[in-house]
Nanobody, 115 residues
Framework: QVQLVESGGALVQAGGSLRLSCAAS????????MGWYRQAPGKQRDLVAT???????NYADSVKGRFAISRDNAKNTVYLQMSSLKPEDTAVYFC?????????WGQGTQVTVSS
């Protein structure tokens, strides 16, 4: 059974930083493409960042230079370091795993950025 468990969401002031974590189980983590997505109220779920098995990263234009995705294969964990946060970053952040042709999702963690 695949499980993705996010943590680290919080209320933070604009300009602040947060680090999200996603612990994965039930998969061979080192061969999974991992990613973070976010969904604001009334909006669709959008890509934030992805990281491949080889460590290549991809970011949404809106977060380039402010967010950094990383992975620790020994801990089966993917991280999202977020800095210079803006109110428009407020959303539920979801961890995603693309593993053997199937997308898996975590339950989400709320990030709220106050102005």
């Amino acid at each position: 059974q695949v499980q993705l468990v996010e943590s680290g969401g919080a209320l933070v002031q604009a300009g602040g930083s947060l680090r999200l974590s996603c612990a994965a189980s039930g998969i061979v983590f080192r061969i999974a493409v991992m990613g973070w997505y976010r969904q604001a109220p009334g909006k669709q779920r959008d890509l934030v960042a992805t990281i491949t098995t080889g460590g290549s990263t991809n970011y949404a234009d809106s977060v380039k230079g402010r967010f950094a995705i990383s992975r620790d294969n020994a801990k089966n964990t993917v991280y999202l370091q977020m800095s210079s946060l803006k109110p428009e970053d407020t959303a539920v952040y979801f961890c995603n795993s693309y593993y053997r042709g199937v997308n898996y999702w975590g339950q989400g963690t709320q990030v709220t950025v106050s102005s």
